[in-house]
């Protein structure tokens, strides 16, 4: 090994082989080819033989193997930019900074994890410790479960709180004096907005199970490959979308008004014409520095022969009393253009909603409870907005829960400075671990939606369901159902929509609009159904990593589903529009959630008013 501390690939010489390749080391057998092994695994360089003796001692020193040193190893230098190839001032720096500071501990830390995998993850309890593989801080202490009886209400006073201790693995050392958040007694349980009947009683004392199931709407898959994106063919499923849904549009706009045989309809948005005509095309928008006015231009989707740039033409407005239009928006429009430097618009028409799904088939109440990332707050990672939601669905046991990412978000200040000592997907884990904890025994499942801030799964959008490691978990994984985002799920034929991006908040700041006294919230979630996609905002924002090809497969639906989650950060709502109930919970982060509950049909109709929705402080 050079100065620079440089590991170069070695050759073992003849008389170290000499040895036997199992050393007595304590109580431990540890064996020098396995150790190099689990290196190499890695893709470390070979290390040299002062570099594997070193690494030898400190295994005998600290009792442990070679396989949880070299997971040590990594828990140490990824976090601080170190190479992953160790050198002797890395190792000895490990060894002072971790491996020294608490022996004790580590050493009962190890010896109850590796237990825990021997025992083949008997409990939920151990398997919370599994992670401590990676730290050499204090074993987390074991989960007190909490007996519960939904018949024994009055027993409610003397249980144990299931999440009664704070969530601080090994693996993260919470900071000291962080004020708490959570809403003081008398504020939580408080309702904020209620919506439809009145409920009785949220707990379910049904015993019908339900069966979930993704929609026959097309669904981004587990392997869907993005970043290979080419302008040409971003560019053609931009036109091919416009060219769709315009037609799409002009044929509905001519079905519902009065038969016109003297109307055109033309597909160049340019035409110069001093009669109207109806044309569409997708909109856009673009700052007028001087007059600090946004100019809205209509781009057209059919190119001229021998002309690389679509077509497009500044659009004057002036002549409409109330509009509402957004970058990316496909429109038809009827108007003139006398000079050809504008269309002037004389009405719009923008209502392509996708036709409605057929009625549920329920039986019962259908109990559904939303939750969105991210569900910890943003000076620690200790989940107690999570672990309070948790004990209410303990006691309420709906039918479903759907907890919407970021579970994980790579924007959370503690992420960012890489506090965590071992990888986010076994975090991740953790979390899962603890959920299904507090949900034993229970008829409840559990749908999982990611996000594409989730720092331990694909940032694209759409984003591919999370994968679930059910060796992991054990066999109450069953309860989970990992979906997509967007996705839109089938519960007995109930069909619920949902995505993680913020769309409302993304169209309000892309807006042109001049609708006075009209209710904001109910326009932006409008605009989503109306266009019949999750995302309809183009260019997309620019924190979002929108794979257009996909978004053209898998971000759209073809039928309007019954009810429509669009988690936002602006203030939580519950509106029906278009005949369809939409919902923001807000974030759990602000300790806020919704509650749903589905009745039956009456008359055979699905109506969104048959539907109870609470929003309310956990």
């Known amino acids: 090994m050079g100065q620079s501390g440089k590991i170069a690939h070695v050759h073992y010489s003849p008389d170290w082989r ?3 390749e199992e050393r007595s080391l304590g109580s431990k057998m540890v064996s020098e080819e396995v150790l ?3 290196f ?6 070979v290390p040299d033989k002062p570099i594997v003796d070193k690494c030898l001692q400190l295994c005998h020193d600290y009792d442990i193997n070679e396989e ?5 190893w990594v828990a140490y230098s990824v976090p601080r930019s170190l190479n992953i190839d160790p050198t002797l001032d890395d190792l000895n720096k490990m060894e002072n900074e971790e491996l020294k500071k608490s022996k004790t501990e580590f050493t009962e830390s190890i010896e109850h994890a590796v237990s825990t995998m021997a025992i083949d993850n008997q409990c939920d309890e151990e398997m919370i410790n599994v992670l401590d593989l990676y730290g050499a801080g204090q074993s987390s202490s074991k989960q007190t479960k909490r007996v519960r009886s939904p018949t024994e209400e009055t ?6 709180r299931a999440v009664s201790q704070t969530f601080t693995p090994s693996t993260y050392t919470s900071k000291a004096n962080v004020p708490n958040r959570a809403p003081s007694t008398n504020v939580r349980g408080k309702v904020l907005l209620y919506f439809g009947p009145n409920v009785g009683s949220w707990k379910n004392r049904s015993e019908q199970d339900v069966s979930i199931s993704k929609a026959d709407n097309y669904h981004v898959p587990k392997d869907a490959v993005y970043m290979y994106e080419m302008l040409s063919k971003q560019g053609a499923a931009l036109s091919s979308s416009c060219e769709s849904f315009g037609e ?30 109806r ?3 997708r909109i856009s928008t673009t700052i007028d520095k001087s007059a600090g006015n946004k100019i809205v231009t209509l781009e057209g989707c059919r190119r001229s022969k021998g002309d690389n740039n679509a077509p497009f033409v500044r659009l004057d407005l002036s002549g409409i009393k109330h509009y509402s239009v957004f970058p990316g928006q496909i429109i038809a429009v009827e108007g003139t253009n006398t000079a050809g430097n504008a269309l002037l618009a004389k009405e719009l028409f923008v209502q392509g909603y996708a036709p409605f799904v057929d009625a549920p088939k329920l039986t019962g109440d259908l109990r559904v409870y939303v939750a969105v990332g991210p569900f910890t707050p943003s000076d620690n990672l200790n989940y107690q907005p999570l672990w309070d939601l948790m004990e209410r669905v303990a006691e309420d046991e709906p039918n479903i829960l759907i907890l919407i990412g970021p579970f994980i978000d790579y924007t959370h200040s503690e992420i960012k400075k890489c506090t965590l000592k071992d990888t986010y997907q076994d975090f991740f884990d953790k979390i899962l671990s603890r959920l299904l904890q507090c949900l034993q025994g229970k008829r409840t499942r559990v749908v999982l939606v990611p996000s594409n801030r989730d720092v331990h799964h694909d940032p694209v959008y759409p984003t591919p369901e999370f994968t679930i490691y059910t060796n992991k978990l054990g066999s109450n994984a069953s309860c989970l159902y990992p979906m997509p985002d967007p996705c839109i799920i089938n519960v007995d034929g109930l069909q619920i929509g949902m995505t993680s991006v913020d769309i409302v908040r993304h169209l309000g700041q892309h807006e042109v609009s001049n609708t006075p006294g009209m209710d904001r919230l109910a326009r932006l979630a409008n605009h989503v159904l109306s266009q019949s996609t999750f995302y309809p905002l183009y260019p997309p924002f620019a924190s979002l990593n929108l794979d257009t090809i996909l978004w053209k497969k898998y971000g759209c639906f073809e039928r309007q589903p019954h009810i429509m989650i669009l988690p936002s950060d602006i203030k939580y709502y519950c509106k029906v529009v278009n005949e369809c109930l939409v919902l923001n919970p807000e974030r759990l982060q602000k300790y806020t959630y919704a509650k749903l509950c589905i009745r039956p049909n009456s008359n055979g109709k699905w109506s969104p008013h048959n539907v109870s929705c609470e929003i309310a402080k956990v």
């Open 248 to 277: 799409r549009l002009c044929h509905i706009w001519n079905e519902m008004g009065p038969t016109n045989s003297n109307m055109r309809y033309v597909r160049n948005v340019s035409s110069v014409s001093q009669v109207p005509f």
């Open 155 to 160: 027993e409610s006073i003397s249980k144990i």
């Open 18 to 20: 000499e040895n036997p």
């Open 279 to 281: 044309t569409w095309g």
């Open 40 to 45: 190499c695994n890695l893709g470390c360089d």
């Open 36 to 38: 190099i092994s689990c």
């Open 68 to 72: 949880t040193f070299v997971e040590l």
